[in-house]
Nanobody, 124 residues
Framework: QVQLVESGGGLVQAGGSLRLSCAAS????????MGWFRQAPGKEREFVAA????????YYADSVKGRFTISRDNAKNTVYLQMNSLQPEDTAVYYC?????????????????WGQGTQVTVSS
């Protein structure tokens, strides 16, 4: 089992940047694919980005492609989401998740473990 703790959220103006981190417990972090999802008020939780266990494969939602970058450091048991050119529509609670089922899954059911989320608010 793995526990996930997100950090790095906050309030930023449109056009700004934030870097989210997700620290994982346990010794098997490098065997998990990792993903980031987000949930805006009144909306379903949606896929943002995913990265394979080795970091060799990544996948992004069209809405963030070219603006967000997912990366991981297996030595630090941490996955990151660098978010640039943030827009008000990026406002949401951001969740990291770990998967034993897939390399770069885009569906919630493909992920086994979830963090508690971190709030990102982008003002216009």
């Amino acid at each position: 089992q793995v526990q996930l703790v997100e950090s790095g959220g906050g309030l930023v103006q449109a056009g700004g940047s934030l870097r989210l981190s997700c620290a994982a417990s346990g010794r098997t972090f490098s065997s998990y694919a990792m993903g980031w999802f987000r949930q805006a008020p009144g909306k379903e939780r949606e896929f943002v980005a995913a990265i394979s266990w080795s970091g060799g494969s990544t996948y992004y939602a069209d809405s963030v492609k070219g603006r967000f970058t997912i990366s991981r450091d297996n030595a630090k048991n941490t996955v990151y989401l660098q978010m640039n050119s943030l827009q008000p529509e990026d406002t949401a609670v951001y969740y990291c998740a770990a998967s034993t089922q897939t390399a770069t899954g885009t569906e919630r059911y493909e992920y086994d473990y979830w963090g508690q989320g971190t709030q990102v608010t982008v003002s216009s």
